[in-house]
């Protein structure tokens, strides 16, 4: 789980604001609608997905077994 867990992070504190492609109101930024943070956070579990390496998950799997 350390590995998703840092390229989530890591995806995080790269991306931009989270905006809408309509959002002109000022007030906006602040507090975006709830659709937009979901829809943000589940692209970025999926670009953290595609990161790990097969051998990543082994190790993950492995270390979890043997605990």
Do not use: H, N
């Amino acid at each position: 789980m350390a590995p998703f867990k840092k390229y989530l992070r890591d995806l995080w504190i790269a991306e931009d604001m989270v905006s809408t492609p309509d959002g002109d109101d000022e007030e906006y930024w602040k507090s975006p609608a709830s659709r937009v943070k979901r829809t943000t956070m589940i692209k970025r579990a999926i670009l953290a997905w595609e990161r790990i390496t097969p051998d990543q998950a082994r190790a993950s799997f492995l270390k979890a077994i043997t605990q």
